[in-house]
């Protein structure tokens, strides 16, 4: 049986990298799903990732689509949708692609409001090169480069997101795929810089260090941590350590950097050339 | 140098102005940078002109965003360009391997600056040129170009775009703050009369387009994001459907032929220029703006009665090493000066194969080599 997903994959790319167990498929499909539901048209898609287990997805789709270097997928992205502002730019990033190396990059998307979807897969972890901790570790949770324990404080990249000026702010989980889903179909339908952090299991590095190792044991961790938004509002502080929100945090309307750049043209050609 | 003719458009232009007033000519439509002297006026120019013509201008957050801004409009369908110095051109280089592994045409302007680190900001030098060949890791092939007036900077901004649009590859322009920043009266071409190269398209339906298989001259034709031919890029080695690979064929292939694309088309690429060689005794082989400190001390010299000409370099890389071993078969010494503890000279050596002597001058004060030393030190060489 033809299922959906059938229609958007690149089949000469199967079987994937992925380890059995990682939430990075569930995403894709979710992407898919959402891509779907909008009846958008495969060739005005372009599908940008940096570098590590998550930005794989790219790989896997039959979009133009792009593996960059790592942490550099939004600024790519930015030079395709400026470029040609028609495309519908879709940036897939891991936790530490997104949020470490390529943390400046985010915060300066968001800033200019750029017409992109960013989707984040937050495993918490380094997952490609073996399990180091990132910046979306959790403070005393182990990776292979914190055998005692990570003392940083982790990022709240939603948080971040909005500060920094993006249009639409939701985070969601592998453990509910609906509703990542429909997050994402609205943060691809929302003009403007878009940001979907999806927290995702990687049973393989994380798990293992977090004495979790089974991928079901990570989504039942996952389910515990996570609270809705509407309940969220109504936790004191001391409830809120170690958890995390999820549903829709922002929705705003703010003109896309590549409609403002537009009135730049019109301006320029205006003034007749001089100057 | 300037064969300037009268009743043409000629204005007088800052080096760095030319090479924005080059990149219009040969058809640029967008530029992501991030300032640094002495290169900011490129960027400046930009900001002003590209949206006069529909053309994109973005500022970004630092140079390894710039580069990818720039490659990232290359593959949808933009002639990109970006310029820096020293510092910056050190964040492009991961960036740079990514357009050359993936085939992107865009050309990178380093206008050079003493170094290393912060360096001298606003002093000349020819510190980069090997950082030019290799900068970026592994094995790759690369062109750059190296102007020594306002007019070359001109004429090799639009060279360089047609390189990098014909072998799908980035182009670097070598500047350095001198000609950067000099004025010089520049003769502005025609649109109707200069060449301009465009990337060539597939000619096959989108089910039969394999985005990395080279045609006979080993470059493959580009279909840019957005035309209907759906395909990937990676940074990983691919095969001709641009997906990862791990053949061991595929892999020496793949390394291979992009490597060949540019040495195997070396000749259409080299540029130089020749001054009182043919019956020289004494060679001076130079590139940018020593090479109009050389150029004048070979007028110097020849009123001397000293047997002294020029190579002027213009196509750096790939270099023109059989022009250098034919040269060092005829003269008794070849001089190289360079605003550099000597890296040009280490391929002119190699090339000329002991055939001659190979002599370096170097300068690495800040200042400007001059014909007078140049002189001086071809006094000294040939009592030896
Ligand atoms: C410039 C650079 N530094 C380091 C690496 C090595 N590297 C590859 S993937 C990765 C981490 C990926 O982690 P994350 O972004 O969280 O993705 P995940 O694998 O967990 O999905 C690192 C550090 C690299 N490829 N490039
Ligand atoms: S290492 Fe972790 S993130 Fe990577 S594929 Fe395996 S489970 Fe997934
Ligand atoms: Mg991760």
Not at chain 1, 152 to 170: C, K, M, N, R, T
Not at chain 2, 130 to 153: C, F, K, N, Y
Not at chain 2, 222 to 246: C, D, Q, V, W
Not at chain 2, 374 to 384: A, P, Q
Request: net charge neutral.
């Amino acid at each position: 049986m033809k299922t959906v997903i059938d229609e958007y994959i690149r089949k000469a790319m199967f079987p994937n990298m992925w380890c059995p167990g990682c939430g990075n498929g569930i995403v894709l499909g979710a992407i898919i799903r959402a891509i779907d539901d909008l009846g958008w048209d495969k060739d005005e898609i372009v599908a940008v990732s940096g570098i590590g287990c998550s930005s794989r997805i790219t790989g896997y789709v039959d979009f133009c689509s792009m593996n960059t270097t790592h942490g550099r997928a939004l600024p790519f992205a930015t030079g395709i949708k400026m470029a040609n502002p028609d495309l519908k730019v879709i940036v897939v990033m891991g936790d530490g692609d997104c949020s470490a190396i390529g943390g400046n990059h985010f915060i300066h998307a968001a800033r200019r409001n750029i017409d992109l979807t960013a989707i984040i897969i937050n495993n918490m972890i380094y997952g490609m090169t073996g399990g180091q901790y990132s910046p979306l570790t959790p403070t005393g949770k182990f990776g292979s480069t914190a055998p005692y324990g990570n003392i940083d404080q982790s990022f709240d990249l939603a948080e971040l997101a909005i500060a920094a000026g993006a249009s639409y702010v939701a985070r969601g989980t592998v453990y509910n795929p609906r509703q990542s889903t429909s997050l994402i179909k609205k943060a691809l339908d929302k003009k403007g810089f878009s940001v979907v952090e999806i927290i995702s299991d990687c049973p393989v590095s994380y798990g293992k260090m977090n004495k979790m190792k089974s991928p079901v044991d990570m989504l039942k961790w996952i389910k515990d941590i996570t609270v809705s938004k509407k309940a969220w509002d109504g936790l004191s502080p001391d409830e809120k350590r170690g958890k995390y929100a999820i549903g829709e945090f922002l929705s705003k309307d703010r003109p896309d950097y590549t409609e403002l750049y537009e009135e730049i043209i019109k301006k320029a050609q205006e003034s007749g050339g001089n100057k | 140098m300037n064969n300037l003719k009268k009743g043409k458009n000629i204005k007088l232009l800052q080096g760095n102005e030319a090479c924005a007033e080059g990149a219009l000519l040969a058809g640029v439509r967008f530029f992501a940078g991030y300032p640094i002297t002495p290169s900011s006026e490129i960027a400046e120019n930009m900001a002003r002109e590209l949206p006069k013509i529909g053309g994109k201008f973005i500022q970004m957050e630092d140079e390894i965003a710039s580069m990818a801004a720039v490659i990232g409009a290359s593959i949808a369908g933009l002639k990109s360009l970006t310029a820096t110095s020293g510092p910056g051109m050190c964040l492009k280089q991961e960036n740079l391997g990514f357009a050359i592994i993936n085939e992107i045409p865009c050309v990178v302007v380093n206008a050079q600056r003493g170094g290393p680190s912060t360096g001298l900001p606003t002093k000349p030098s020819q510190g980069d040129m090997m950082q030019a060949r290799w900068g970026t890791h592994g094995d790759h092939p690369i062109i750059a170009l190296a102007p020594s007036t306002v007019h070359e900077i001109l004429t090799l901004t639009i060279k360089a775009f047609n390189f990098s649009e014909k072998y799908r590859t980035p182009v670097i322009l070598l500047l350095d703050e001198v000609i950067a920043h000099m004025r010089e009266k520049v003769e502005i071409p025609a649109l109707e009369d200069i060449e301009v190269i465009n990337r060539k398209k597939p000619t096959v339906p989108p089910e039969e387009y394999l985005p990395f298989k080279p045609d006979e001259d080993g470059v493959p034709p580009m279909a840019n994001f957005g035309e209907g031919y759906r395909y990937h890029i990676t940074g990983l080695i691919h095969n001709y459907k641009g997906l990862p690979t791990s053949n061991s064929q595929e892999i020496d292939a793949f390394i291979r032929r992009l490597y060949n694309k540019i040495q195997k088309n070396a000749k259409d690429i080299i540029m130089n220029e020749k001054y009182f060689l043919d019956d020289a005794k004494i060679a001076l082989i130079a590139y940018g703006s020593v090479a109009r400190a050389a150029e004048r001390t070979v007028k110097l010299a020849r009123e001397e009665g000293l047997k002294v000409g020029l190579l002027k370099l213009l196509t750096i890389w790939p270099f023109c090493f059989e022009e250098v071993n034919k040269l060092a078969q005829q003269v008794d010494l070849i001089i190289v000066p360079e605003m550099n503890l000597g890296q040009m000279v280490l391929e002119i050596e190699r090339a000329a194969q002991g055939k001659c002597r190979v002599v370096p001058y170097n300068r690495v004060d800040g200042e400007l080599i001059n014909p007078i030393e140049i002189l001086g030190k071809i006094r000294e060489e040939i009592k030896k």
